[in-house]
C-alpha cells in the first residue's frame, strides 16, 4: 500500500506521518476504509463487520502502508486485517489460556513468578494484532482511573520485596504520553528492592514514530530499562522501525524481540531465518519465540507443535547463536514459559551419542 496515497486520502502531509500522534488519531478502524484502501470490494464485509464488534479493528496508517499485497497471504495483512476465523468455530476455546486473570491480586497487575511481575497500564494498542492473547481486553477496558490503578500497584510492589522486575505492558504502553508513562517509572523507581524495569511494546514495529528524542532522553533516566518489542516478519524491519530500535539503543536501552509463530505469517524456515538475521542486522537481539497460544479468536493462528519444534531446529543447527530466540509455549502458573528447543529424536539422539560428555565432567 502506497504511502503518498494513504497520505492524499487523508489530506496530510509528510510532517504529519512522522507526528505519533497523527498516526494515533488516524488509525484505520473501519471495513469501510480498508475497502477503500485496498481499491477492491472488501469479501464477506458483514462478517468481518461483526467480527470487528467482537475485536475491534485498528491499524495505524503507517503499518498499513506496509502491506504489499491484499490478501491473507500478505504477513502484515494477515496480521492486522480482522478474518471470520476469529469467531468461528471459537466454542469452548477459553478467552484467558495462561489464567493471568487468576493472578491478579489487584486490577491489572499479573504476579505470576516470584521475582518479577507484569503490569498491565492501558488496554489500548497503536494497532491491534489479530493473533493477541490478550484481546479479551480490548472491549473491557478498566474503569478504575489510571491514576488509582498505578497508586495499587505501586502499593502492591512495594509491600511485595521479592519482586525485583516490573514489566510495563498492556495493551500498549507506549500509546501513554510521556508524562504518564514517567510518573509510573518514577513512582516504580522509589520502591528500592525495584532493580530492573522493562517495557513491552510493539510500538517500533506499528508506530515507529512514537519513539521520539523526548522519550528517549525520559527513558534513559530509569535505567536499567529493557525493551522488548515484537517484529514477526522481516517486512516489518523498515528503515522507521530500525531509527526507533537504534534510537532506543543510543539512549543505553537493549532492545529484544518477542515473536509469535505464526501460521501463514511466520511459520516457514526461510521466512523464519530472514526475520531472526534481520533482527541481528538491526541489533536487536531474538529473545522469545512464543508458540502460539490457545486463546480464543486466535486458533487459526497456531502452528503444528512437532513440525515447529522441526523447524527451529534446522535453524538453530544453522544460525548464528545470536539470532536464535527461545522457543517456548506458555502454560498457566509458575511453569511459565516451558522451552521447546531440543525437543524433537533427532536431538536427543545426538546427546545420547554424547553421553560422555556428561558423565566425565560429573
Ligand atoms: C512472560 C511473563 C513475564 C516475563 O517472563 P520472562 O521469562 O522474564 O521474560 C512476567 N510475567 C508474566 C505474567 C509473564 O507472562
Ligand atoms: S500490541 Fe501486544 S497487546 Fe496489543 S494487540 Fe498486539 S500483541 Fe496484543
Redesign the pocket.
Known amino acids: 500500500m502506497n504511502k503518498n496515497f494513504i497520505l492524499s486520502s487523508f489530506k496530510a502531509s509528510a510532517k504529519d506521518w512522522l507526528d505519533w500522534r497523527w498516526q494515533f488519531k488516524n488509525r484505520v478502524t473501519r471495513i469501510n476504509q480498508l475497502e477503500y484502501f485496498s481499491g477492491k470490494p472488501a469479501l464477506q464485509k458483514e462478517t468481518l463487520t461483526a467480527v470487528t464488534a467482537v475485536y475491534p479493528l485498528a491499524i495505524t496508517p503507517y503499518y498499513l502502508s506496509l502491506i504489499q499485497s491484499y490478501n491473507e497471504n500478505d504477513p502484515i495483512f494477515a496480521q492486522c486485517v480482522p478474518n471470520q476465523r476469529e469467531i468461528y468455530f471459537s466454542e469452548g476455546i477459553p478467552e484467558d489460556p495462561?489464567k493471568?486473570d487468576m493472578?491478579m491480586l489487584v486490577p491489572k497487575l499479573?504476579h505470576?513468578?516470584p521475582d518479577?511481575?507484569?503490569a498491565i497500564v492501558t488496554e489500548t494498542c497503536a494497532t491491534y494484532c489479530r493473533h493477541c492473547n490478550r484481546k479479551r481486553f480490548w472491549l473491557r477496558p478498566n474503569h478504575l482511573s489510571l491514576k488509582n490503578r498505578f497508586q495499587k500497584m505501586v502499593r502492591y510492589i512495594s509491600e511485595s520485596p521479592q519482586i525485583r522486575e516490573v514489566?510495563i505492558s498492556g495493551g500498549d504502553p507506549l500509546i501513554l504520553d510521556d508524562h504518564t508513562l514517567e510518573q509510573f517509572l518514577a513512582s516504580l523507581r522509589t520502591i528500592p528492592h525495584i532493580e530492573v524495569l522493562r517495557i513491552g511494546s510493539r510500538v517500533p514495529v506499528v508506530m515507529p514514530m512514537r519513539i521520539t528524542r523526548d522519550l528517549c532522553r525520559m527513558l534513559k533516566r530509569y535505567r536499567p530499562l529493557w525493551f522488548n518489542t515484537q517484529f514477526n516478519h522481516s517486512n516489518e524491519i523498515t528503515p522507521e522501525s530500525k531509527r526507533a530500535c537504534n534510537m532506543l539503543q543510543e539512549a543505553g536501552i537493549p532492545v529484544s524481540n518477542q515473536s509469535v509463530l505464526l501460521k501463514g505469517v511466520n511459520d516457514s524456515p526461510e521466512v523464519m531465518k530472514h526475520l531472526l538475521y534481520g533482527l541481528q542486522k538491526i541489533s536487536v537481539r531474538p529473545y522469545?519465540l512464543f508458540h502460539c497460544d490457545p486463546a480464543k479468536g486466535c486458533m487459526h493462528f497456531r502452528t503444528d507443535a512437532r513440525s515447529s519444534i522441526a523447524m527451529m531446529e534446522k535453524i538453530w543447527r544453522q544460525c548464528s547463536g545470536l539470532c536464535l530466540p527461545q522457543y517456548v509455549l506458555?502454560v498457566p502458573g509458575s511453569a511459565?514459559?516451558i522451552p521447546l528447543n531440543m525437543m524433537s529424536g533427532a536431538i536427543k539422539n545426538d546427546l545420547k551419542q554424547h553421553q560422555h560428555f556428561f558423565d566425565k565432567f560429573k
Do not use: T
Open positions: 495462561l493471568e493472578h499479573i505470576r513468578y518479577r511481575c507484569l514489566i522469545y506458555d511459565g514459559k
